[in-house]
Every structure is written in C-alpha cells, then in structure tokens.
C-alpha cells in the first residue's frame, strides 16, 4: 500500500487539475490504506514496478527534447550530382590530358566543358556505334562509363581501357559518374 501512497504523492505534486481534485478527493496527504481499491488505477502511471518511480513521462515533462533528436529521422536523398561536377571532379582531372589537351583528341573524343559539351556526350560512339556515350538513366548502357570500368569490350566496343596506360578510376569518381547518368531522366538533354 505504500507504493500507492507514494504515487498519490506524487500525483499532489504534479499539478494536474484532474488529478489534484482525485488527491484531493482520497484525502491527500494523508491516505488511509483502506481506500486504496477505490484509487484511480496504477496501469495508468508510470515505473508500476518502482516504488520509487514517481515520474511521468518526460515527453510531457519536456517537449522540446523530443523533437530534433528523434532517432527515426531518415536524411533525405543526397542531390544527384551535375554535368558540371562531374566535369570539374572527374572529366577534366582524368581524362583531360588526352581528351581535351590534345589535338585531335585521344580517339576523337573530345570532353571541353562548353555549350555542345552534352550534345557530344548524348551522340553514339565511334568504337561502339551501336551504344551512345551516355544513354540517360542506364549507366550500362553507356559507353563512357563501359569505357572506364572496363567491360567496353564485353559490350561490343574495342581498345584499351580508360585512362589508356594509367590507373582505374578510383571508386568514388566511378561511383560519381554512374550516379551522374543513373540520375538523368531527360533522353534528350543532361544536366
Ligand atoms: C592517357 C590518355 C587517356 C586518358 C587520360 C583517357 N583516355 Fe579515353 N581514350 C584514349 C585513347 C588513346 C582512346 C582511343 C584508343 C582506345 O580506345 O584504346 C580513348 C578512347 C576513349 C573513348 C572511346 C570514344 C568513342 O567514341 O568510342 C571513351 C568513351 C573514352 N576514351 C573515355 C575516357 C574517359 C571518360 C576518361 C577519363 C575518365 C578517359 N577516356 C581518359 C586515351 C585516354
């Protein structure tokens, strides 16, 4: 009976209208054990294992605390990465030297960020005529990226894979452009 007791006490300390008229009611402080059968019920209290438990829920205590470290939260989507990032991260750093330096570029590709720069990237290739540099939306359907993951020869084109003589891109520049063509929607225009 005491741990009822101790949750009337508690119930008078917090200042709850409705739950000061029953307090006041039961006679609070002061409860006689008798008239714990006729008391409010326990289940609807916090801790009903805890004597000692005699705290209501801290959301209610605390509403701020509750809001922005919600653990649920999901991050949303990271934005797809442009025309104009993968040009500047991973086009002009690793293809540059033969694709936009050299003259003619290294098989006829050439990569300069300008205004026909996504009307070239869109046109079929010249290895693999039947597969465009860029399909958009399909990164495996794209020859530029076959062309530097390696499986150019697989699909039906030929020569080396690029950088021709240098090391594989690193994952996070091949992941960069696969996301960048997974991501486009317009088959005529890329972003
Ligand atoms: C060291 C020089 C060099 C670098 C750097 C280089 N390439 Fe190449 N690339 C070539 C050469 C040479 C060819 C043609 C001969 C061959 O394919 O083996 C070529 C051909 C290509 C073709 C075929 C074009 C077509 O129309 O079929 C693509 C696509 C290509 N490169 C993409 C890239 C990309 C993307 C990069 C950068 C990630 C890159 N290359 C970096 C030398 C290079």
Redo the contacts with the bound molecule.
Sequence with gaps: MSRFRSTIRSLCARSSLALMAIAALSGCPDIPDRDAPERPSRDALPGPDDPNDVTLPSASDDPGSSVPDAPSRVPPDPRPPSLAEVHAQ??RP??G???IDRSPP????F?RQDAQLADRLLAP????PHLS?VQPGDPLAS??FL??DGTHVDAG????R?????DA?PPTSRDLLWDWIDSQSDPDRLR
């Design positions: 991973v086009l690793d293809c030297a033969c694709h290294a098989g006829n590709l990569l290739s010249t290895q693999a540099l020859y530029l062309k530097v084109g030929r020569g080396e690029c950088p021709v003589g240098g891109l």
